[in-house]
């Protein structure tokens, strides 16, 4: 943590007064506030330009301003922060203009920001999509999301889509008020009433069938973070023991590998023709040196305490459950104990790579397809989720709780001579 505070004065956060008192392990901090440098009505010409120019300012500041606050979340839900992308290195928020609106920004008439009503309200509007991206990143463990990097605020219509995702930019459409001011929406309205449901992916061709597949693809969303926060459980797990394989001889070193092997790596052969990992390892682990025998160890640990594999093995899950049901047209069941979630899916032909990070597809093959029957089952602890297809012709279970574990001994054992 010492290396942190340091990092911490780089985005907006300073040490709190006490710091001198506490531990390396207990050092805390507190957000600088980003201040907005307003520009005043002085019968400029181009006022609306200076005040959208000064509310970007604004807003990098603002979103720099949250990184110790993202980082106290972070920590308590055991995540390494110094792994975890800062938050103003992960997104940007764009007040929008006729350059980067779609719907031509302030080019209308009346279309401007020339009063301090609606000056006040579009930094509001800045600070609530701060929150929703803050919020976001929270619950991608500090990993920023594949779909978009950016998120524009544009004027618009009172009709219309609120949000639009378009590339790598997402669009927050707030209208105008009819009093003069701008209605804004808060991070909920961002989070719980567009996102979520799915609604920037209305301008999408077959926009309302991608919706019902959303809840599997939603970096933030329930499904992902319960599936993420149960691989990143079980590599922390594993973490702990291979940590503690340190001091051992070499004789208890050879049998808690070989064990930890036989309880991690999957028992699937690339080939009829090649072991499975799990054999190939225990053979391995069998006659092992004892410098192969460290770095495996060594060398297992390093993809287990990671963020954004954890999020690429989620990824890697999802795709297989997807691209499963396409060649299949199969029932999917997503089953986590504590919730129930049901959704009714119509399958389409969409690449929704562009919902994934690059990355994933290295852990693909170790998502195991343990059999074929009727449903697709995905199982992990957190809840229950359940999206049926019209036509059903044949189930898969589907499991993502060794994918992490596997490949990062498969690495390891490519770097260590096995």
């Given at each position: 943590?010492?290396?942190?505070?340091?990092?911490?004065?780089?985005?907006?956060?300073?040490?709190?007064?006490?710091?001198?008192?506490?531990?390396?392990?207990?050092?805390?901090?507190?957000?600088l506030p980003a201040t907005l440098e307003r520009v005043e009505d002085e019968g400029q010409a181009d006022l609306t330009a200076q005040r959208v120019a000064s509310l970007n300012d604004y807003a990098d500041?603002?979103?720099?301003?949250?990184?110790?606050?993202?980082?106290?979340?972070?920590?308590?839900?055991?995540?390494?922060?110094?792994?975890?992308?800062?938050?103003?290195d992960a997104y940007r928020v764009v007040v929008g203009n006729e350059a980067t609106c779609l719907n031509g920004g302030w080019l209308f008439a009346r279309r401007n920001l020339n009063t301090e009503g609606r000056y006040a309200d579009m930094k509001t509007?800045?600070?609530?999509?701060?929150?929703?991206?803050?919020?976001?990143?929270?619950?991608?463990?500090?990993?920023?999301?594949a779909i978009f990097d950016t998120?524009?605020?544009?004027?618009?219509?009172?009709?219309?889509?609120?949000?639009?995702?378009v590339g790598p930019t997402l669009y927050v459409n707030v209208p105008f008020a009819q009093l003069g001011g701008i209605s804004t929406f808060d991070a909920q309205d961002l989070r719980a009433d567009m996102w979520?449901?799915?609604?920037?992916?209305?301008?999408?061709?077959?926009?309302?069938?991608?919706?019902?597949?959303?809840?599997?693809?939603?970096?933030?969303?329930?499904a992902r973070y319960a599936l993420r926060n149960g691989i990143a459980q079980?590599?922390?797990?594993?973490?702990?023991?291979?940590?503690?394989?340190?001091?051992?001889?070499?004789?208890?070193?050879?049998?808690?590998?070989q064990q930890l092997a036989k309880e991690n790596a999957t028992d699937i052969s690339p080939d009829e023709n090649a072991p499975s990992l799990r054999a190939r390892a225990q053979a391995f682990f069998a006659d092992a040196t004892p410098e192969q025998l460290t770095c495996v160890a060594s060398h297992w640990q390093k993809d287990l305490?990671?963020?954004?594999?954890?999020?690429?093995?989620?990824?890697a899950a999802v795709a297989t459950v997807y691209k499963e049901t396409a060649r299949n047209a199969l029932n999917v069941n997503v089953k986590q104990d504590g919730w129930v979630v049901v959704g009714n899916t119509h399958f389409i032909h969409v690449n929704l790579d562009i919902f994934l990070s690059g990355g994933y597809e290295r852990l693909e093959r170790y998502v195991e397809i343990e059999q074929v029957e009727q449903n697709i089952t995905w199982e992990q602890s957190g809840f229950v989720v359940v999206y049926t297809i019209?036509?059903?012709?044949?189930?898969?279970?589907?499991?993502?709780?060794?994918?992490?574990?596997?490949?990062?001994?498969?690495?390891?054992?490519?770097?260590?001579?096995?």
């Open positions: 943590m010492a290396a942190l505070g340091l990092a911490l004065a780089n985005v907006g956060c300073a040490p709190a007064d006490d710091v001198s008192a506490q531990s390396a392990d207990q050092i805390e901090c507190v957000a500041a603002a979103l720099a301003s949250r990184q110790c606050e993202l980082e106290t979340t972070l920590e308590h839900r055991d995540v390494d922060v110094r792994q975890a992308v800062p938050l103003a509007q800045v600070d609530n999509v701060v929150e929703f991206l803050k919020q976001l990143h929270e619950d991608t463990h500090g990993i920023p999301s998120v524009t605020i544009c004027p618009s219509e009172v009709f219309g889509n609120k949000m639009e995702l979520t449901p799915g609604k920037h992916l209305e301008v999408f061709e077959n926009g309302d069938k991608l919706k019902a597949l959303w809840p599997l693809f939603d970096p933030g969303g329930t079980r590599a922390l797990g594993l973490l702990a023991r291979l940590i503690g394989l340190d001091g051992l001889d070499v004789g208890a070193m050879r049998a808690e590998l305490d990671d963020p954004e594999a954890w999020s690429q093995t989620s990824e019209d036509d059903i012709d044949v189930n898969v279970s589907v499991s993502a709780v060794r994918s992490l574990q596997s490949a990062s001994l498969d690495q390891a054992l490519n770097r260590c001579g096995g």
